[in-house]
């Protein structure tokens, strides 16, 4: 059975850095193209990217880029986010999704994922 479990949430300034971790079983991360949404309270959820399986190839929404940046870790069957340059609107809850595909969807919609993470919690302050 797949499962994704995010960790590494946390409360940063302005500025800061945070980096997110995704441990998925049930499959090898090498297989499924795999991405980072994000949900604000009152918000709609939102892709923030998306790494492929090809030559790891990743690709980010405009708001995030130079900032984050995502990666894997086969071995340890890992996903990661890494975030720096933190803004205030950069706070939400941050979940990973396996979409049953090897590349990369050319939009990311929460409906096109398969398998889902209960989130972690990113604030950042002033």
């Known amino acids: 059975q797949v499962q994704l479990v995010e960790s590494g949430g946390n409360l940063v300034h302005v500025g800061g850095s945070l980096r997110l971790s995704c441990v998925a079983s049930?499959?090898?991360?090498?297989?499924?193209?795999l991405n980072w949404f994000r949900q604000a309270p009152g918000k709609e959820r939102e892709g923030v990217g998306c790494?492929?399986?090809?030559?790891?190839?990743?690709y980010y929404i405009d708001s995030v880029k130079g900032r984050f940046t995502i990666s894997r870790d086969n071995h340890q069957n890992t996903l990661h986010l890494q975030m720096t340059s933190l803004k205030l609107e950069d706070t939400a809850v941050y979940l990973c999704?396996?979409?049953?595909?090897?590349?990369?969807?050319?939009?990311?919609?929460?409906?096109?994922?398969?398998?889902w993470g209960e989130g972690t919690q990113v604030t950042v302050s002033s």
């Open positions: 049930g499959f090898n991360l090498d297989d499924y193209a």
């Open positions: 999704a396996m979409v049953e595909r090897a590349r990369c969807p050319r939009i990311l919609r929460p409906t096109a994922m398969t398998h």
């Open positions: 790494i492929d399986v090809h030559d790891d190839a990743t």
